[in-house]
């Protein structure tokens, strides 16, 4: 990434088997929200506004931040302008998408990002800070006016990455067989980013948080095992993984 002044927590899920809403990422979010004292909470994924605001807020609360939502504001460009701190969370990446342009926020948010303020998004929310949401795992409930998104990363996220099981009947095509055949398309590098698992973008460095590791997928190459604490940069810009097909 380029633009050092990029700041972003991407979440692969909310909510971890075995534990409640954030759980497993609160001191992720604390350390990367530090003094900061308001987050603006974007619910635009899910249907019932008041409710996942509510949710959110509770959670937020009771880490010590005062949490609004974009859904409230009167003017919600103002909103960003005005926040520390969003938050965006997951649901459907295409009713999220579509909100996001019928609102025309997409251009006010990358500019406070560009400028500092820090990005947390979850699973759809996380999807948003891509380039495009082509590797979402959501049916186009909706039909939003582009399928780009904030390209706040150069990088693709496939958000709750599933592992083949090898003793499934499933006949369908695997989690990384769609993201193979993405690449077939497209040049976008891929971070299948299991559940438990988070991305940690501070001054131009990508790093892979969490409990669980991720799989890069890149076009011609064989995807890699990627362990958490690895520094990904090189993996996602530049070819000289080309030949080297062992776990980081």
Request: charged share 25%; hydrophobic share 35%.
């Amino acid at each position: 990434m380029n633009n050092k002044t990029r700041r972003l927590l991407l979440i692969s899920n909310s909510t971890l088997h075995g534990s409640g809403y954030l759980d497993h990422a609160e001191s992720e979010i604390r350390d990367f929200l530090a003094e900061l004292n308001h987050v603006l909470f974007v619910p635009f994924a899910l249907l019932d506004r008041d409710k996942y605001t509510a949710t959110a807020r509770a959670r937020f609360q009771k880490m010590g931040y005062e949490l609004t939502s974009i859904h409230s504001a009167a003017n919600p460009a103002q909103a960003v302008k005005e926040t520390d701190a969003m938050f965006i969370g997951g649901g459907n990446t295409f009713r999220l998408l579509k909100a996001l342009y019928d609102f025309d926020l997409l251009d006010v948010i990358r500019e406070r990002v560009d400028a500092g303020m820090p990005y947390i998004g979850s699973s759809a929310g996380s999807n948003m800070a891509c380039p495009t949401i082509r590797t979402t795992n959501d049916m186009p409930i909706v039909q939003p006016p582009s399928f780009n998104a904030l390209g706040l990363v150069p990088f693709q996220i496939n958000p709750h990455y599933l592992d083949p099981d090898p003793n499934s009947r499933h006949m369908g095509e695997t989690r990384e067989e769609r993201i193979i055949q993405f690449l077939e398309e497209n040049e976008t590098p891929v971070v299948g980013l299991r559940e438990g698992a988070m991305l940690r973008i501070e001054n131009g460095e990508t790093m892979l948080r969490g409990s669980t590791g991720a799989r890069i997928f890149r076009r011609g190459l064989e995807p890699l095992e990627i362990s958490p604490g690895a520094k990904l940069n090189e993996l996602l810009s530049s070819t000289d993984y080309r030949d080297k097909n062992e776990s980081v």
